[in-house]
């Protein structure tokens, strides 16, 4: 009952977030979200025998998050997405400098490795793929774009949940995740498709009835006629969902490695916020690999 409450109250606010919201209010959500897991990783990571750098990877982050809502705020939209992908590139180079550099004041040595290492993970693991979608959100059709991830992550959970329920006898990772089936991995896929596909196909008339109903602004519709052909929707889901069901596994792995069951306790009957966000942590550069493709091939942003 918990886990359905949440998300009645959770997911109309994030639609309109990234439906309507300015860059300079979606931002400081996105941050807050990454912060928020980025704080979970740390604190799974004293598991591992970890004394973390909470106050430099909470401030490295924060400050990531400033520079690109700044770049994507700029006049010139070319000039505001190049900025935006060079500040990511500039802080994922220097975060190891950084950190190590940070290292070199405790007074324990030793600790200071695993403790960059671990800022650097929690940099590029969390924090990165959220910020990436903040850039994605202002490429071609953006906010649809956004809405179709979510759809397909979404879609993916729920069939593989009742599947997996139902139907699921053959293990997919035992001794990572006892509960996840191959029954429940290939309805993941196959829903997700489904969903994309429906989703995706008909994005003009999804993105008009929004637009009527003032549920999103022109700037992050789907503006164009005709949805992209029919083999590129499958692939895209198809590797979204792929991606998905890694990031999900890959929680997992760190979770049952430190012998923790959630991330947290944020969330009421979802446990911890990396809960919520691990597959779309793998998933989100899958979408802005595509997203960045369309800018290139045809002209669009």
């Known amino acids: 009952m918990k886990r359905v409450a949440t998300a009645v109250v959770l997911i109309p606010i994030v639609l309109l977030l990234i439906l309507r919201a300015p860059i300079y209010l979606l931002a400081p ?74 290292g070199m004041a405790r007074a324990s040595l030793p600790t200071a490795y695993p403790a960059a290492a671990t800022s650097v993970m929690a940099l590029l693991c969390v924090a990165m793929p ?21 759809l397909v992550v979404w879609a993916g959970d729920t069939f593989a949940y009742y599947v997996g329920r139902a139907i699921g006898r053959h293990k997919l990772a035992p001794r990572i995740s006892p509960g996840k089936t191959w029954e429940g991995a290939i309805a993941s896929l196959a829903g997700a498709i489904l969903v994309g596909w429906a989703t995706f196909w008909h994005a003009p008339q999804i993105s008009g009835a929004l637009y009527s109903a003032g549920l999103i602004t022109r700037q992050y519709a789907y503006l164009a006629k005709d949805p992209p052909p029919f083999i ?70």
């Not at 700044?70 to 997405?81: G, I, K, N, R, V």
């Not at 911890?272 to 290139?296: E, K, N, S, T």
């Open 29 to 102: 959500v996105v941050a807050a979200v990454a912060l928020l897991g980025v704080r979970e990783l740390l604190a799974i990571s004293e598991h591992y025998g970890v004394e973390p750098m909470r106050r430099p990877t909470y401030v490295y982050v924060a400050a990531m998050f400033a520079l690109v809502a700044t770049a994507l705020s700029a006049q010139t939209q070319m000039l505001d997405l190049g900025g935006a992908l060079l500040t990511l590139l500039a802080a994922a180079t220097a975060a190891v400098f950084v950190f190590l550099a940070v």
């Open 232 to 301: 590129e929707i499958i692939l895209l889901s198809a590797c979204l969902n792929v991606a998905a069901q890694i990031g999900d596994l890959t929680e997992s792995l760190i979770k049952r490695g430190a012998g923790v069951k959630d991330s947290g306790t944020l969330l009421p009957g979802h446990g911890g916020m990396l809960d919520r966000i691990d597959a779309l942590l793998f998933a989100a550069p899958v979408l802005w690999y595509y997203a960045a493709l369309r800018v290139m091939w045809q002209g669009h942003v």
């Open 130 to 150: 959220l910020a990436l979608l903040l850039v994605v959100r202002e490429l071609w059709a953006g906010g649809f774009l956004l809405l179709y991830l979510l």
